[in-house]
């Protein structure tokens, strides 16, 4: 008598046999190597690499949106964001609140 079970723990009686099927691909791993010291340098060469691939990683999407795709006017648009000019904030904070008050109304 051939018997499947849920629980692969539970104990057989004399007349049953469990059969066990498995499928998919088995994998072993070992993992060797050797345990060393903490490097500094070493971190920071890594550190600075990744850093930089970012960086590099970054430029090529950029230059790509901007100037090679094909709504790359709409992703231009999109990524730089215009503002005002704000060069004679300067003169305008001199002002006093009248003065300041009638160059907004004259404007």
Do not use: C, W
């Not at 849920?6 to 070992?30: A, C, M, T, W, Y």
């Not at 090529?60 to 094909?70: D, H």
């Amino acid at each position: 008598q051939l018997v499947f079970l849920s629980v692969p723990d539970q104990p057989l009686e004399d007349h049953q046999r469990r059969k066990n099927d498995f499928h998919g691909i088995l994998f072993i791993l070992q993992a060797t190597g050797k345990l060393t010291q903490f490097n500094f340098t070493s971190m920071l060469v890594q550190l600075t690499t990744s850093l930089a691939l970012v960086a590099v990683a970054t430029t090529i999407v950029n230059i790509l949106a901007s100037y090679v795709l094909t709504y790359s006017p709409f992703y231009r648009k999109a990524m730089f964001h215009f503002t005002d000019d704000f060069s004679d904030l300067r003169a305008a904070n001199e002002l006093s609140d009248q003065a300041l008050d009638a160059e907004l109304t004259r404007r």
